[in-house]
């Protein structure tokens, strides 16, 4: 898939360094890229294949940022400290990592930092009812992804990142478990907990849906 | 257990006989099902807000400006879905402010020769004179047209002064022939007046003696036509043209600040032959920049929108319908499919020549293009829209 975008990229011409550089790979080659030759590419100086990649995980990446935590400027410094740090570490990259996971392992822990000790991590049990099973403010002039938006984070930490790699950004338990520090039974918990949250949260929003 | 049932199916775990059981307590179950049903439309909603969260351009640009040094450029091509607006008005509006600008500037190129013309015309009319039809040719070939006849000098110099001239003028269709100087030769203060400048007479030639009572007696002599190079008669005649363009409709994707292609990526080079008066049929290879956007399925419960620029070359052959001349603008309509490393391409183009020397030509015009690729076993297609110009050249 992430190959087939690369060969669009074909001819593509980027200024790099006030410098006209010019993408040269093949079709063949492009599709036959994956994220972790791209960055192994980047590591090696190419700074079209960093681009590259950029584009295909930008989109992503900002997303999961701005849900975690719920804030459009936070996001963006999360956004942009995240692929500080990419470059800034990338010589500690192993290829033998799954690129991917190594980002948002990077852009989690950028996450949990932008809170620090303000974070929320409290358990299902500290939920009270305010947070669990009570309609959030059905405003007619908010939209839908306003109460989405609302409703995530109203959620713990925890089951909002598991949530979020699982159902946004297409993780699976196992990647989730290995990014997150939890076990798989941990990471299926979490996940269901988050969705039946959601759902009682949003149930007006989702039956108004339906009707 | 409903529960159960419910996370796996949801996770793509849930096995054949547990899917059994779950939509057997769907089926009975009214509240099992809406549960079922706002679960589904959870998802709905958690993909609806992924595929609409873009990144701020500013804080993209700065991320690419701090990691690589990059500066990107948001021009691209049009791939996202356009309006109406930009589908037809914007190229119907181009190409008519193009047509009315040519029109003007062509109608006040040929207002003095027009005026000239006409005085010569005038003059031919009054010649008491015999015509001759011939085929109806664009009045910058018929110069090239001489017939020469021999007059008897008694009934020439019984013509008035006026109608003793030597123009061969064509109109509507008919040369008129009026070559014989020799017995009334205008005095110079005479030929001044008549304002003949727009034309000389090549020293008009007596085939034979001044003999005869009248005009009656004589059969005008033609003189063999060569096939004039630039009508169909020489046919098939090679054309060659290259042309250069810029997009139209320069609309970035999702707001993305990907690296785009530079505004000037459309290059043309036809190559082909003309096979009958108006049709063409060639080659033509090309290079344009595309704006692919395409949807991705990773899996089962992520979707994905793409967005991608793509600078192209491709190849393939041509058509082109020419129509008749207005003003010695030549409109034309050319169809074009070939083919990319992507997929086919077809091209469409509506474009007005103008010859500048000898058989060389330039051109205007819109320029569409339509590239298909395949995703995922899924079609997708984007579109260019740009004006162009160039040059061509007859063979």
Known sequence: MDGTADSLYRGASIIVNREVQTLSMTTRDAVSQTDEELFARYQGGDHVAFAILFERQKGPLYTFCLRMLGDPDRANDAFQDTFARVVQYRASYQSAKIFRGWLFTIARNVCYAAYGRDWKFESLDDLDGEQIGVPIDNDIDVTERELLAEALGRLSAPLREALLLYEYEGFSYEEIATMTGGSLSAIKVRIHRARKLLREMLEPVLRSRQS | ?395
């Open chain 2, 1 to 395: 257990m409903f529960d159960g049932y419910l996370s796996n199916y949801l996770s793509g775990t849930l096995d054949d006989a547990g899917q059994v059981e779950l939509f057997h307590i769907l089926a009975v179950s009214d509240e099992k099902r809406k549960l079922f049903n706002d679960h589904m439309r959870l998802r709905s909603m958690m993909a609806s807000d992924r595929a609409m969260t873009t990144v701020p351009p500013d804080v993209a640009g700065a991320v690419l400006q701090s990691a690589i040094g990059a500066s990107p450029t948001v021009m691209a091509p049009v791939a996202a879905a356009t309006s109406m607006f930009s589908k037809i008005l914007m190229p119907a509006a181009a190409t008519m402010g193009m047509a009315l600008a040519g029109w003007v500037g062509f109608t006040i190129g040929h207002s003095q020769q027009n005026g000239t013309t006409q005085v010569a015309a005038n003059t031919a009319q009054q010649a008491v004179q015999q015509t001759v039809p011939v085929a109806s040719t664009p009045e910058v070939r018929i110069q090239r047209v001489y017939i020469t006849r021999t007059v008897p000098a008694t009934a020439v110099a019984e013509l008035p002064l006026e109608n003793s001239n030597v123009i061969a003028q064509t109109q509507a269709g008919n040369v008129t022939a009026a070559p014989v100087q020799a017995a009334v030769v205008p005095t110079e203060e005479q030929t001044i007046s008549r304002n003949f400048t727009s034309y000389v007479d090549p020293a008009p030639v007596l085939r034979y003696p001044l003999v005869g009572a009248s005009d009656a007696a004589f059969t005008p002599m033609l003189p063999t036509l060569t096939p004039d190079t630039t009508t169909d008669e020489a046919l098939p005649r090679g054309e060659m043209e290259f042309g250069q363009g810029a997009q139209l409709i320069q609309k970035s994707i999702n707001n993305s600040n990907l690296p785009a292609p530079q505004p000037v990526s459309l290059f043309r080079f036809r190559f082909g032959a003309r096979i009958s008066r108006n049709v063409s049929v060639g080659v033509l290879v090309g290079q344009n920049s595309f704006g692919l956007k395409y949807i991705d399925q990773p899996n089962n419960y992520t979707q994905r929108s793409i967005s991608q620029y793509s600078t192209l070359v491709y190849a393939g052959a041509y058509g082109r319908y020419s129509m008749h001349s207005m003003l010695g603008v030549t409109p034309a309509l050319t169809l074009g499919i070939a083919g990319s490393s992507l997929g086919p391409l077809s091209e469409f183009e509506l474009s007005a020549a103008r010859p500048i020397f000898g058989s060389v030509s330039m051109f205007a015009g819109v320029h569409s293009d339509l590239q298909m690729f395949k995703h995922g076993g899924t079609w997708f297609s984007s579109q260019t829209i740009s004006i162009m110009a160039g040059i061509g050249a007859g063979l």
